[in-house]
């Protein structure tokens, strides 16, 4: 007579156990947890699959690089010092570059508590550059903390950005007051709750925005190939 | 290493195998899309032929959105969960009866692992973080060395540690036991 081994019931449950866990896992990652960033949590929307289209409406005041009369801007949220950002960055230039029909609109993400540091630090700078030296400085700004940034942290903006700023030429001296005033804290605070609103979980999050109002979520660094198609289904629906 | 060649070797096996590791990996590419990819699926609007280039572009970011760590051990995962799989089927069938609870859980456990390792399409690993900051220690992640990459290499470890159970498993001879009743005289 053969003898059963123990534990006939093991495998179903550790399956169901394990099911249970994911799914959990799943529904507070993907649904109803409030996203890491700021000193609060910030108060959740109800669960939807796409909430891009709470986006704030596209101002002048918004950082934009390409096309000025793009049928479909991508609207990036990003972490100066998310490595992920770094890496999306560089696909947003290749993409800029390959296409002239389309907009790039950077706004702020900071993730303080994975970035605590520089993150939000380094946004304001940038606002600050901006202010100072228009658009243009405040791309040679991004631009260039991302091509020298170490990322998570590690970054040593004490001599980083005075050099920046150098190269983008801003006077040094205007520059720290502005940052000291602390008059672009709320800017940079309300580019945080606008990519929160559209869903934003983490960095770099991106929104697809088209002519008509339409808009697609793109989370992560996705490579250039999967962007361009991104552009090409909203372009087709416009 | 015999009895994985053994098994995979057999074209039925190696579908399974293959076809698991397929899904396991899909899943941990799309996961950070989940609401890219549920937007698109239906939309009458967008053409199957764009669905299915989207979708197959979306396999880039292994690269894209990835450290090499954690996208060696998303592979690592993907292919130790469906070896393991054809491992377990094999067993049923050649013991005519379940695994021993302790590596069903490993296996299990393993994958689990793994996918609280899943992410970075975000700084920080994707489950993980969202998990953590429900008991607001989100934060906990930046005290990791890895960044929560560890659970990914632990899962690559468990489900490693449970296909050589399940291998010891079937080498064992099949015997039998001896039963002899309480009440036999």
């Not at chain 1, 580019?191 to 697609?216: H, K, M, R, Y």
């Amino acid at each position: 007579m053969q003898k059963y081994t123990r534990g006939n019931y093991a495998t179903p449950a550790s399956i169901v156990i394990a099911g249970v866990l994911i799914a959990g896992a799943l529904f507070f990652a993907l649904g109803n947890q409030a996203p890491i960033s700021g000193g609060q949590p910030v108060q959740q929307q109800p669960t939807a699959i796409d909430t891009t289209d709470q986006i704030r409406p596209l101002s002048n005041e918004d950082h934009r690089k390409g096309n000025p009369n793009a049928k479909v801007t991508i609207v990036e949220y990003s972490d100066f010092e998310c490595p992920f950002c770094k890496r999306f960055h560089d696909t947003m230039n290749q993409v800029l570059e390959d296409r002239d029909d389309i907009a790039w609109v950077f706004r702020h993400f900071p993730l303080d508590q994975l970035h605590p540091r520089n993150a939000r630090r380094v946004a304001v700078a940038s606002e600050c550059v901006n202010e100072l030296g228009g658009e243009d400085a405040f791309w040679i700004f991004t631009d260039g903390f991302f091509e020298v940034t170490p990322s998570n942290d590690r970054t040593d903006i004490s001599t980083v950005i005075p050099n920046l700023v150098a190269k983008a030429g801003v006077n040094e001296t205007a520059f720290n007051t502005c940052v000291a005033s602390g008059k672009y804290d709320q800017h940079v605070q309300d580019d945080v709750d606008d990519a929160i609103a559209t869903g934003g979980q983490g960095t770099p999050w991106s929104v697809i925005f088209g002519e008509n109002g339409d808009t697609l979520p793109l989370s992560g660094a996705q490579p250039v190939g999967a962007v361009m198609q991104l552009v090409e289904i909203m372009l087709k629906s416009q | 290493m015999d009895v994985i060649r053994s098994v995979l070797l057999r074209p039925a096996y190696a579908g399974i195998a293959f076809g698991v590791a397929v899904v396991v990996f899909t899943f941990s590419i799309w996961l950070p899309n989940w609401r890219l990819i549920l937007t698109v699926i239906p939309s009458s609007i967008i053409s199957l032929p764009d669905k299915v280039i989207l979708f197959w572009n979306l396999y880039g970011s292994i690269q894209t959105n990835f450290t090499l760590v954690s996208a060696s051990y998303t592979i690592a995962i993907a292919i130790l969960f469906g070896i393991n799989i054809v491992l377990f089927i094999h067993h049923i069938k050649i013991r005519q009866g379940p695994l021993s609870g302790s590596t069903s859980a490993l296996g299990v456990g393993g994958l689990i692992s793994g996918f609280f390792g899943v992410g970075c399409a975000a700084c920080g690993t994707f489950i993980l973080t969202a998990l953590l900051g429900l008991v607001g220690g989100a934060g906990l992640i930046t005290l990791l060395p890895l960044g929560g990459e560890e659970f990914g290499i632990l899962g690559v470890a468990l489900l490693g540690y449970a296909m050589y159970s399940i291998i010891k498993k079937i080498k064992e001879p099949l015997v039998c036991d001896t039963i002899w009743p309480s009440n036999n005289k």
